[in-house]
Structure formats: structure tokens, C-alpha cells
């Protein structure tokens, strides 16, 4: 019972750099989201998706793309690395069929921009 | 953007003693939700209320929607060890829509 599950845990970038953090989930969610969390900060939402082929921004989008070719897999590309992308992001799933199912959350990237 | 505002940022607490934490908004939100975060590990759903003065309890934790629908309060009583970790309130203004406004979070400290 894999739940939603991030890759890779922890990565070190340089500025300017690309990369794609993974996230999947095995509950058939149609909905999913991704957040950062930042020092004495809760959560914000960074983009989010109601289903496979349908993505929105959320609340601090810049940065930050998204695409959804299945329902399972939610990734998020940083196409060019900045510092002010240190965080750790954490990607949650939910399903849309039961509005009242809160959501899950899967266990963290902690990202670091050199 | 908007975050919810909680408090208190921290606390710490004899291991027995009751624990009270409350979040608030400028805004109408139709669900409230508290989570808690241990290190290393993703938020973990504690309680989730839908309803205006709805009152619900999930073994020693009790949670309250504010009738306001501005406010809710977290409750823990007779604290143990395993309640450490950082307690966060979130918001949700539609109902069933999933995007979640979260407050900065609450610090629990438990001294044995």
C-alpha cells in the first residue's frame, strides 16, 4: 500500500540547472497538487491537477511546470534552478469522486539550489 | 498569498497536560483540516471538519469549525511523548475543491 510516493527524498542543484521531481500514486486519485514548505511557513500551493490532461496554478506557480499524461504520475519540472527554490516539496492526492476525502501527502523533496 | 494564522508558533508542555491551538482567517473557508508533521515525513491527517460548529474528536484530540466559518481550535488532552511534532491548521474555501490554504504551524515540545 504505496500511498503517494515522492523521488528522489533529497537533491542538491547549482543555479540554473533543471531537474523533474517525481511523484505517484497507486490510488487512483484523480486529483493531486504539489506544495512547498518553507522555514516557519505552512504549505503553498504550487500547481494542481483535477485529472490526467488538466493542470491550474496555484498559489506561487512561478518557477514551476507541470503536466499530467496519466492519472498516476505528477511531475514537476524546475527549468532553470534559483535559490529562492530551497525548500521541500511535498505532493499530495485526493480523490475528486468524495469531495470530503481530505488529502494525502506523500514524504518530502528537500531541494537545495547552490 | 494568504496563510491562515495560527497560534500559538510553539509550545512546550509537561508530558499530562491539555494543549490548545487555534487558527484564524480574514475569510470564509468551508472545511477545515488539521495536520500533524513529524521530521523528515509529509503531513498526516488528524481531524477534518465540513460543517459550521461542527465539534469533532479523534481519540484525545478534539477539533471545532468555527461558526464564524473563520476559525477552528485543536485540542489535545493529557499529552504524551508521541504528540511531538508540528501541528498545522488548513483551509479549503470551497468545499471539495482541494487547495489548501495552511497556517504556519504550531511547535509541540513535550517535557517528560
Known amino acids: 500500500n504505496a500511498g503517494v510516493t515522492q523521488t528522489p527524498k533529497f537533491q542538491v542543484l547549482k543555479t540554473g540547472q533543471s531537474m523533474t521531481l517525481q511523484c505517484a500514486q497507486d490510488m487512483n486519485h484523480e486529483y493531486m497538487s504539489w506544495y512547498r514548505q518553507d522555514p516557519g511557513m505552512g504549505l503553498r500551493l504550487i500547481h494542481y491537477s483535477v485529472g490526467a490532461g488538466i493542470t491550474d496554478q496555484g498559489e506561487v506557480p512561478n518557477g514551476y511546470n507541470v503536466s499530467r499524461s496519466t492519472t498516476e504520475d505528477f511531475p514537476l519540472r524546475l527549468l532553470s534552478a534559483a535559490p529562492s527554490q530551497t525548500s521541500v516539496y511535498f505532493c499530495a492526492s485526493s480523490s475528486i469522486r468524495d469531495p470530503n476525502q481530505p488529502q494525502h501527502f506523500g514524504d518530502g523533496t528537500r531541494l537545495s539550489i547552490l | 498569498g494568504q496563510q491562515l494564522n495560527q497560534s500559538p508558533q510553539s509550545m512546550f508542555i509537561q508530558e499530562g497536560e491539555d494543549v490548545s491551538m487555534n487558527c484564524t482567517s480574514s475569510?470564509?473557508?468551508?472545511?477545515w483540516l488539521w495536520y500533524k508533521q513529524d521530521p523528515g515525513e509529509g503531513p498526516v491527517l488528524l481531524i477534518a471538519l465540513y460543517k459550521a460548529g461542527e465539534l469533532t474528536s479523534n481519540g484525545r484530540l478534539t477539533a471545532q469549525f468555527g461558526i464564524t466559518r473563520k476559525d477552528s481550535f485543536l485540542n489535545i488532552s493529557a499529552s504524551i511523548p508521541s504528540d511531538v511534532g508540528i501541528y498545522f491548521c488548513?483551509?479549503?474555501?470551497?468545499?471539495?475543491?482541494?487547495?489548501?490554504?495552511f497556517g504556519q504551524g504550531t511547535r509541540l515540545t513535550i517535557n517528560p
Open positions: 488548513a483551509g479549503d474555501r470551497i468545499q471539495g475543491a482541494q487547495k489548501l490554504v
Open positions: 475569510s470564509i473557508f468551508n472545511t
